[in-house]
């Protein structure tokens, strides 16, 4: 078990319109949620952290109303990039947190590509 | 602040040739280690987790330890399908968010 899924695994847009990425856990209940932006040949950065019911916690430098995430449920969050701009362009990844022994395992969606013209 | 720093950035073996790739931390307090592996293009893949120094875990051909300071990810025997990017984060105590290093990218020549 802990299969994470994102949809849509990719996407291109105009600059200016609205772009909604989805990240479900399959077969857990994930305590958080988190959701890491990734640029060619450099490690994931964390971008923000959400839990269930509550509102997100933006990392220092992310735009909150640019960035919305939204954490409906247990097995659901979304992230939406508001107004993109080419330099949003970018590998976006979902992670969910699973606790198990005395850590909170993180597992990871396939990732999501945005191209924004 | 917590910082993870993996070495080397990249490295290249030839097929069965055995080798270590390094982890090094400082964390106010470890709550756990984790080693991903990442494709190209994909999200990382889970592979261990480790809470303590001395701990050690296994899964075919990688064995990872912990020490107080690093961690290291052994490959025994490395096949081209091992060619990835290695990734090691720290958790810390009271935290469930985790900090990633940059990356170690593994290339099995066959």
């Known amino acids: 078990g802990a299969v994470v899924s994102q949809h849509p695994s990719w996407v291109i847009c105009k600059s200016g319109t609205s772009v909604k990425i989805e990240c479900r856990s399959l077969?857990?209940?994930?305590?958080?949620m988190f959701w890491y932006r990734q640029f060619p040949k450099q490690s994931l950065m964390l971008m923000a952290t959400?839990?269930?019911?509550?509102?997100?916690?933006?990392e220092q430098g992310v735009e909150k109303d640019k960035f919305l995430i939204n954490h409906a449920s247990l097995t659901l969050s979304t992230l939406t990039v508001t107004s993109a701009h080419p330099e949003d362009s970018s590998f976006y990844i979902c992670?969910?947190?699973?606790?198990?022994?005395?850590?909170?395992?993180?597992?990871f969606g396939p990732g999501t590509r945005l191209t924004v013209l | 602040e917590d910082q993870v720093t993996q070495s080397p950035e990249a490295l290249r073996l030839q097929e069965g040739e055995s080798s270590s790739l390094n982890c090094s931390y400082t964390?106010?307090?470890?709550?756990?280690l984790f080693w991903y592996r990442q494709d190209p293009g994909k999200g990382p893949e889970f592979l261990f987790t480790?809470?303590?120094a001395g701990e050690e875990k296994e899964k075919e051909r990688l064995k990872a330890t912990l020490t107080k300071k690093e961690s290291f990810l052994h490959i025994t025997a490395p096949k081209p399908e091992d060619s990835a990017t290695y990734l090691c984060?720290?958790?810390?105590?009271?935290?469930?968010?985790?900090?990633f290093g940059a990356g170690t990218r593994l290339t099995v020549k066959p």
């Open positions: 077969d857990f209940q994930a305590t958080t």
């Open positions: 480790l809470y303590s």
């Open positions: 984060a720290v958790q810390a105590s009271g935290n469930n968010d985790m900090r």
């Open positions: 992670s969910a947190s699973r606790l198990g022994g005395s850590t909170d395992t993180q597992y």
């Open positions: 964390v106010s307090g470890l709550r756990g």
């Open positions: 959400s839990n269930e019911g509550s509102k997100a916690t933006y």
